[in-house]
């Protein structure tokens, strides 16, 4: 099979049916250097899903390390264990990730006002309190938000 050939009906039928055995399969002819054999289409399709799965979870991890923060700013007598366990486990997934992939940290800063866009309004969701109150530009830089030891306003 050249890389401009469809899938064959063996290959496509194992990718729709058994994921876990398509990779198993593909990883083995990759091993043994049977480039022919392999689904190409499909390959390359899971390889740029690698790359944005690593995205969205990064732009994911963040939206909840704002959102915690400006509950914690906002809702100070709300505070609790679990918010800050919170912001910090999604710290260090980040963190994770960016060490994996540090090329994606102009991606983190591209997107950062956008993430906090919609830790804003979830914020607004779960407290209860209108959205104004939560400023329109991010408070916080981005800097701040992964750094382990920042947090607002701690006893």
Same mark, same amino acid.
């Given at each position: 099979?050249?890389?401009?050939?469809?899938?064959?009906?063996?290959?496509? $039928?194992?990718?729709?049916?058994?994921? *876990?055995?398509?990779?198993?399969?593909?990883?083995? @002819?990759?091993?043994?250097?049977?480039f022919d054999e392999l689904d190409i289409e499909n390959l390359i399709e899971e390889v740029e899903d690698l790359g944005k799965r690593d995205r969205r979870a990064l732009c994911s991890n963040l939206e909840i390390v704002l959102l915690h923060l400006l509950k914690w700013q906002f809702q100070p007598e709300q505070r609790s264990t679990s918010?800050?366990?919170?912001? $910090?486990?999604?710290?260090?997934?980040? *963190?994770?990730?960016?060490?994996?992939?540090?090329? @994606?940290?102009?991606?983190?800063?591209?997107?950062?006002?956008?993430?906090?866009?919609?830790?804003?309004?979830q914020a607004a969701d779960e407290t209860g309190l209108p959205l104004k109150t939560f400023p329109?530009?991010?408070?916080?830089?981005?800097?701040?938000?992964?750094?382990?030891?920042?947090l607002l306003d701690t006893e």
């Amino acid at each position: 099979m050249t890389s401009l050939q469809k899938p064959t009906t063996s290959h496509q $039928r194992l990718y729709n049916a058994d994921f *876990a055995q398509w990779v198993a399969q593909a990883t083995l @002819l990759l091993q043994q250097g049977k480039f022919d054999e392999l689904d190409i289409e499909n390959l390359i399709e899971e390889v740029e899903d690698l790359g944005k799965r690593d995205r969205r979870a990064l732009c994911s991890n963040l939206e909840i390390v704002l959102l915690h923060l400006l509950k914690w700013q906002f809702q100070p007598e709300q505070r609790s264990t679990s918010w800050r366990g919170s912001i $910090r486990e999604h710290r260090r997934r980040i *963190a994770r990730i960016l060490k994996d992939s540090p090329s @994606l940290n102009p991606y983190l800063q591209q997107e950062y006002q956008d993430c906090y866009l919609a830790a804003r309004l979830q914020a607004a969701d779960e407290t209860g309190l209108p959205l104004k109150t939560f400023p329109e530009e991010c408070p916080y830089f981005l800097e701040q938000a992964l750094n382990e030891a920042f947090l607002l306003d701690t006893e």
